[in-house]
């Protein structure tokens, strides 16, 4: 499976921003669907996850409220909607995919959010 991320960029305090992650390859394998983050000097992060099927999603309490992931299975893709943004949301966000049959993970390049005050 691979995945590749977009939609981040520069955006100010209480604003949004939609990141979006393309996948390909073995799709059909993936039961779990992810975000996650990184901030410097941190370690990564979950931030939200959505069940393949049954579209089931989980967030970190951070973010609970303030952001949404989706999935559009005609366009295997996965979307993060990111509103109130806030400072503390600055990191490399990163997708991801869980195939348990396989017992694999897949990780995207990664896309840079920066949230100025």
């Known amino acids: 499976v691979q995945l590749v991320e977009s939609g981040g960029g520069l955006v100010q305090t209480g604003g949004s921003l939609r990141l979006s992650c393309a996948a390909s390859?073995?799709?059909?394998?993936?039961?779990?669907w992810g975000w996650y983050r990184r901030a410097p000097v941190k370690q990564r992060e979950l931030v939200a996850t959505?069940?393949?099927?049954?579209?089931?999603?989980n967030y970190a309490d951070s973010v609970k409220g303030r952001f949404t992931i989706s999935r559009d299975n005609a366009k295997d893709t996965i979307y993060l909607q990111m509103n109130s943004l806030k400072p503390d949301d600055t990191a490399v966000y990163y997708c991801?995919?869980?195939?348990?049959?396989?017992?694999?993970?897949?990780w995207g390049q990664g896309t840079q959010v920066t949230v100025s005050s």
């Open positions: 991801n995919a869980a195939s348990l049959g396989l017992g694999s993970l897949y």
């Open positions: 390859g073995s799709t059909g394998s993936v039961n779990v």
């Open positions: 959505i069940i393949s099927g049954r579209g089931t999603t």
